[in-house]
């Protein structure tokens, strides 16, 4: 695969606010990323029981809300037409699950990303149950995870897609399903600034946990003295192992640097990406779990999650 064939065909499902539209606008800096084709999908989420409660025309009301947003998505695709993308628009679907539909969607049209738009919210909010966290979870395909400015200029979402992988954030677990993401960091690396950051947080923990499976000794009875031993032979695999890795981006000509921490994974890499001015985490889903829901949750920077 050529660094520009990454993402050729993604998926936009919109929602038609002012974000959406404004984020649609943006979406002209995919072209050097290699995207050609967008799909665009509406799901209208309704509440059929709230309806007829309310004594509507539920059959009405609905084929009401279709046509409105087959217009809207015509528009939307104009607008896309004329940047030169080739665009596919699926029929607008009323259902009560919009991640079910989304993920479906990107199954049937074979897409290579999913964009979605979420709010973001401090560490005291809360998104579980979001549709950007279900589609997270669900989806077989990568998703771009970008959160929506309410406030920012028209030019912002412009902006953060032009520099997506300027300086990229490669959360790493020593495990192999971080490792399987190494050549899609690369890729994108190639096609932006050519910087990465891999990160490798050593939680104190799960590493005593391990020592004490291995011992088959009980947790409170494990010495401090060998917990900075078991700390200290961590920290120093880590470092080896992550150092090879970096010569294979070295080699292509990326400059990365490895951050080594002690703490909780998901809050490191999230502090890592805002110290680091990070344009994007790019995370695996498996080995990572379930730090990249709270990545995911709380990072202000775009996330792209692999499956």
Request: proline share 4%.
């Given at each position: 695969?050529?660094?520009?064939e990454m ?5 936009f ?6 974000q959406?539209?404004a984020?649609?606008?943006g ?7 290699g995207v ?47 940047e ?32 979605l ?5 401090g ?11 279900g589609?997270?979870r669900?989806?077989k ?23 997506l ?20 960091v ?18 104190a923990?799960?590493i005593?946990?391990?020592?004490v ?17 078991m700390l ?7 470092q ?13 000509g ?24 990070a344009s994007?985490?790019?995370i695996s ?10 990545v ?12």
């Amino acid at each position: 695969m050529r660094c520009d064939e990454m993402f050729r065909r993604i998926l936009f499902p919109t929602d038609f606010s002012k974000q959406s539209e404004a984020i649609l606008r943006g979406l002209h800096e995919f072209k050097k990323y290699g995207v050609d084709e967008v799909v665009l999908a509406n799901i209208i989420e309704h509440d059929v029981v709230a309806l007829i409660e309310g004594g509507v025309d539920v059959d009405e009301f609905i084929q009401k809300l279709k046509k409105e947003a087959e217009k809207k998505l015509s528009q939307s695709a104009s607008v896309l037409n004329r940047e030169g993308f080739k665009v596919k628009l699926t029929p607008p679907i009323p259902s009560a699950n919009p991640v079910d539909e989304i993920v479906k969607i990107a199954r049937e049209e074979s897409v290579s990303l999913i964009l979605l738009g979420s709010r973001s919210r401090g560490f005291k909010g809360s998104l579980m149950g979001s549709v950007s966290e279900g589609v997270v979870r669900e989806a077989k395909k990568p998703v771009l995870v970008l959160k929506t400015k309410p406030d920012a200029g028209e030019g912002y979402y412009e902006m953060v897609f032009r520099r997506l992988f300027d300086r990229i954030i490669y959360p790493h677990d020593l495990s192999d399903t971080s490792q399987k993401i190494e050549d899609f960091v690369k890729k994108a690396s190639l096609l932006g600034g050519k910087e990465v950051i891999i990160v490798h947080v050593i939680a104190a923990d799960e590493i005593i946990e391990r020592e004490v499976e291995r011992e088959e000794v009980m947790h409170p009875l494990v010495p401090i003295s060998n917990l900075t031993e078991m700390l200290s032979k961590h920290w120093m695999e880590a470092q080896t192992y992550l150092s090879n890795i970096k010569k294979n981006f070295d080699i292509a000509g990326i400059k990365t640097r490895v951050n080594l921490r002690v703490g909780s994974p998901h809050k490191e890499i999230i502090k890592i990406a805002n110290e680091e001015g990070a344009s994007v985490v790019m995370i695996s889903s498996k080995g990572l779990t379930p730090n990249v829901d709270f990545v995911v949750r709380y990072s202000e920077q775009p996330v792209i999650v692999f499956h």
